[in-house]
């Protein structure tokens, strides 16, 4: 399967634990967005790469928060002192910027975490 | 904010087209509208997009009017597999590309 993947699908996790995830997109993609879908709301812009830099955070990215994308291809986000309101499920996505206006994101399966 | 107004939900027979409205009144003339589905327990799915002309692609069709205030997305044969939450965006002209969701349609397709 050549889409974009998310490790792990599930979370469970108690309330002031660390969390982890990871996304891996399509190769050769040179953006990955990272979003926060909480039930019954589309999906929330949290924050971007273009190769390893990171260009953009929403202020939904608290100082618990932090992405990284070290080389250019997987993706961290981590979660710090998680809080109950930080369950949801965590989209990623990727595009190639091949400079048209209608380059699509392909989105992964996201990670649902949810914190006891 | 979501630039975009969408019914909360809707349903339609099965083979029968389904048509879903956009309203995006404060839309600009380079912002391109851009359709996404999301079905249950899955992440968002690409399925059209346009900026002034209609558009047909293998699974949908796109009719923008001729101010760009709204847009219908129109599934020509819905099936049971189409039972989804559909998102109309309006991206962002920005170099970010990101895209800021609304609430959507959720949309039924009836047997």
């Known amino acids: 399967d050549t889409g974009v993947s998310q490790d792990p699908r599930h979370k469970i996790t108690k309330r002031g634990q660390n969390v982890t995830f990871r996304c891996d997109p399509i190769?050769?993609?040179?953006?990955l967005y990272w979003y926060r879908q909480t039930l019954g709301q589309g999906p929330e812009f949290l924050t971007y790469?273009?190769?390893?830099?990171?260009?953009?955070k929403s202020r939904l990215l608290s100082d618990r928060f932090s992405a990284e994308r070290p080389k250019g291809s997987f993706s961290t986000l981590e979660i710090q002192r998680t809080e109950q309101g930080d369950s949801a499920m965590y989209l990623c996505?990727?595009?190639?910027?091949?400079?048209?206006?209608?380059?699509?994101?392909?989105f992964g399966p996201g990670t649902r975490l949810t914190v006891l | 904010d979501a630039k975009t107004t969408q019914p909360p939900s809707m349903d339609c027979a099965e083979g029968r087209a389904a048509n879903l409205p956009c309203n995006h009144s404060?839309?600009?003339?380079?912002?391109?509208v851009y359709w996404y589905r999301q079905i249950h327990s899955q992440g968002p799915q690409y399925i059209i997009h346009g900026l002034k002309n209609n558009e047909t692609n293998e699974m949908a069709s796109l009719i923008i009017t001729e101010d760009r205030k709204s847009s219908t997305l129109i599934l020509p044969h819905a099936t049971l597999r189409d039972t989804a939450v559909y998102y109309c965006?309006?991206?962002?002209?920005?170099?970010?590309?990101?895209?800021?969701f609304g609430s959507g349609t959720r949309l039924l397709v009836r047997p």
């Open positions: 404060t839309i600009s003339g380079n912002e391109y």
């Open positions: 790469f273009q190769n390893e830099a990171q260009l953009e």
């Open positions: 965006i309006v991206r962002v002209t920005d170099s970010s590309y990101k895209l800021i």
């Open positions: 996505a990727s595009r190639h910027t091949s400079g048209g206006a209608g380059d699509e994101q392909f």
């Open positions: 190769s050769e993609h040179n953006r």
